[in-house]
């Protein structure tokens, strides 16, 4: 195992290679708005920055889409024809906890709602319209952190391989 300048001596101890997609946007981004224009925006500047995007506007082809493809990040608006939204993330979110979600809106949230939908997993909530390059900023940022808490777990069950190969015979007490 190689300490080079490029890959430190903590990623190879744990066979981790740091470029792995942290530079380089690759990521899956899944657009769900019912505005042609907002999808047609948002994908246009997300392409431009390298992100693979999927826009959409039927909620079936959102859930289909989770199904058949690997989603980093979604973006999506507060209230989709006559569906809040916010349940639906709940769901989503617990079979794909890391998955980042910005949302859009028009209307005005109340403290209560605006508690509810950060608590259902929104990382990002901004009001229609919205400046491009703040949603540029904040995605990165949260995909950033999403790319992060997955290495952190890779990470943890590395080391715990490693402490139950080096140390059989201790009980897994963590």
């Known amino acids: 195992m190689a300490c080079t300048p490029d890959k430190p001596i903590f990623f190879s101890i744990f ?3 740091p ?30 920055e390298r992100y693979i995007v999927i826009a959409l506007q039927e909620i079936d082809r959102l859930k289909q889409n989770f199904r058949e493809f690997e989603i980093s990040g979604l973006i999506t608006e507060y209230w989709a024809g006559t569906q809040c939204m916010v349940d639906h993330i709940r769901e ?37 319209p919205f400046s491009t390059e703040k949603v540029l900023l904040h995605l990165k940022r ?21 402490r139950l190969i080096h140390h059989p015979n201790e009980t897994r007490s963590l």
């Open 92 to 128: 989503l979110k617990k079979s794909f906890p890391d998955l980042y979600v910005m949302m859009l809106t028009h209307q005005e949230i109340e403290d209560k709602e605006y508690k509810r939908i950060l608590t259902s997993g929104v990382e990002d909530l901004f009001m229609k």
């Open 19 to 48: 470029s792995e997609n942290l530079g380089m946007p690759k990521e899956t981004i899944l657009i769900f708005d019912q505005e042609p224009h907002t999808r047609w925006i948002l994908k246009a500047l997300l392409e431009s």
């Open 142 to 162: 949260g995909l950033r952190l999403r790319r992060l808490k997955i290495q952190k777990r890779k990470i943890e069950k590395e080391l715990m391989r490693q």
């Open 15 to 17: 066979n981790i290679n």
